[in-house]
């Protein structure tokens, strides 16, 4: 549905996009991750036509969008990073707009209405949309991309900003949205990601790192490899024994957090889930553990174990 | 592109951008008409009144355009057009025709006052029908120059003082040839300036150059704002 091809855009002289590509098939839906400055908006702006890149290709369902660029922008629903909402209008006038604007043949009442009640903002149809709060905003900026029913629809960090019930309404509204859209999802949340999409790509310094299934994402950034512990015990055995403790990688202390308890940090080996034997070890010993708290993988990990990963996997296949 | 006309023409209203534009040009109009014609003479020659209206659009008509893009553009609505399926070209006419829409019809309104010619006076009828086809075309000229530096800028008031100072440059230009002793630099004045190309509809005469000339100055205008965007986008 979407092809990407060798993409590069300059600001003077900072690369932003430094020739990426990458597809997105029919009715699935990407994730597009990396943290802020990486290069997400800019490819997202690109491919909606309101940049243009210097060397390259963007094509949806087909069409290149800068030679047909009437056509290609027909077939995408886009929310851009700060959604894009007419303050002196009402939330049903802005629809409207926005239905004429996209020359929409559906039947106009039928199909608006469906979508506010969908995206939960039909009580506030007729309310000033300057009178509205940042989360009713932005489900108003996430309708106003679903208008028309365009095949492919964009998403620009569509969760900042918004409560976590929210939040979470937001990406089972996505998720619901995939089974007949094509969705490309940009977020430098990872979590996010791996609630909402088929398929991750992720991009760091204008360059794609992964482009993966989501579940082989999973498997590197395993959620319980890092654990905070908090335990009443004294602090040199303590880590004495953990040092020695078998599949444990790393330990590190960060000192007492009150009079008779400490808290370390504790890295197991990959694919280990170390909590129940950590848990039985020091309860052996008498220590109380007080508190765990699993700190889970930021970005940074995961392109590091990516990076990692792909690196080992090229030595073997050298080596043939 | 119709819809985008729409809503610009329904924000002059649904703001108060709108009101305060037709108030200070009804004003001002009402005020020059009385004081050049009604208090002045008694020949009913309205040629004062509109020299001293066009020049009156220096300042009236920025606060027409002053926030046709430059809002746009800090809200961020920009890029919402321009990801729909529109031309540059359409956005550029529709914002334009909107600005000309609310500019027409308030001209339309001062037209009343004319009626107090005809009870107290002998108007010369083709002199105030060029008049009013020259003026229409001059703040036709003039609100694409303002769409131009609305463009440029994304606070409104930077668009504003940037529009009345080309505007004011385009008038002030005809007055510099009086103190000019070249003559091709005064002939070259003569092309420029918006007020010598005035003077034909003044007496009831359409001049094709002239008209053409306010034409191409609004159509050069709206050219350079779409590429304006079309710029920024390759930026």
């Known amino acids: 549905m979407i092809q990407i091809e060798n993409l590069t855009k300059r600001y003077g002289a900072k690369t932003v996009l430094d020739n990426i590509s990458f597809h997105v098939n029919d009715g699935e839906i990407v994730g597009f991750l990396g943290p802020n400055g990486a290069g997400k908006t800019t490819t997202m702006n690109i491919l909606t036509g309101y940049l243009s890149a210097e060397t390259g290709s963007a094509r949806v369902g087909g069409i290149d969008i800068l030679d047909q660029p009437l056509e290609a922008k027909k077939k995408i629903g886009f929310l851009p990073e700060q959604p894009p909402l ?11 707009f926005i239905y004429e604007l996209k020359h929409c043949t559906l039947n106009r009442e039928k199909h608006l209405d469906e979508i506010c009640s969908v995206i939960g903002i039909a009580d506030v149809q007729n309310r000033m949309i300057r009178n509205l709060s940042k989360g009713y905003r932005q489900r108003v900026g996430i309708a106003q991309a679903l208008v028309g029913n365009p095949p492919v629809i964009i998403f620009d960090e569509p969760t900042v900003g918004l409560d976590p019930k929210q939040i979470i309404e937001i990406r089972s509204l996505i998720k619901t949205l995939g089974k007949n859209h094509t969705v490309i999802l940009s977020t430098h949340i990872l979590p996010e990601v791996q609630a909402v999409c088929d398929r991750i790509v992720i991009i760091n310094h204008g360059k794609i790192v992964a482009n993966e299934k989501t579940e082989n994402i999973a498997n590197i950034v395993d959620g319980n490899r890092r654990l905070s512990l908090k335990i009443c015990g004294p602090e040199k055995e303590v880590l004495a024994m953990l040092r020695n403790m078998h599949g444990i990688a790393y330990v590190q202390s960060t000192g007492a957090t009150d009079k008779d308890s400490t808290t370390f940090l504790v890295e197991s080996d990959p694919g280990l889930d170390m909590r129940k034997p950590l848990f039985n070890a020091l309860a052996a010993k008498g220590w109380p553990l007080i508190g765990m708290e699993s700190m889970g993988a930021n970005l940074e990990d995961v392109f590091i174990a990516i990076v990692d990963k792909k690196e080992s996997a090229a030595r073997p296949t050298a080596k043939k | 592109m119709l819809a985008i006309y729409k809503r610009e023409l329904r924000s002059y209203f649904t703001t108060p951008l709108g009101y305060i534009f037709m108030a200070i040009f009804l004003c001002l109009a009402g005020v020059l008409f009385s004081t050049a014609t009604l208090q002045a003479r008694a020949d009913s020659d309205v040629n004062y009144y509109f020299t001293y209206l066009l020049m009156s659009f220096v300042i009236v008509l920025p606060l027409l355009t002053m926030k046709l893009f430059s809002e746009e553009r800090k809200l961020r609505t920009e890029q919402l057009l321009l990801t729909s399926p529109v031309t540059l070209t359409g956005m550029v006419l529709a914002k334009f025709f909107a600005a000309y829409t609310v500019f027409a019809l308030t001209y ?24 009013s086809v020259g003026i229409l075309l001059l703040g036709g000229a003039c609100i694409a120059i303002g769409i131009f530096v609305s463009a440029l800028t994304e606070n409104q008031l930077i668009a504003a003082i940037g529009s009345m100072a080309i505007l004011f440059a385009f008038v002030m230009v005809g007055f510099l040839s ?7 630099l005064r002939t070259v004045i003569g092309w420029i300036s918006i007020l010598s190309r005035y003077n034909g509809f003044g007496n009831g005469v359409f001049e094709f150059n002239s008209i053409l000339y306010y034409i191409s100055i609004a159509v050069v205008f709206l050219f350079a704002t779409v590429r304006v965007f079309e710029r920024r986008r390759w930026a």
Do not use: H, R
């Not at chain 2, 009086?178 to 091709?184: G, P, R």
């Open chain 2, 178 to 184: 009086d103190y000019i002793n070249s003559a091709l």
């Open chain 1, 86 to 96: 007419y303050l002196d209008m009402t939330v049903k006038e802005y629809l409207d």
């Open chain 2, 108 to 131: 339309g309104a001062s037209c009343f006052s004319f009626i107090a010619l005809y009870l107290y006076g002998t108007p010369n009828t083709a002199q105030l029908i060029g008049n």
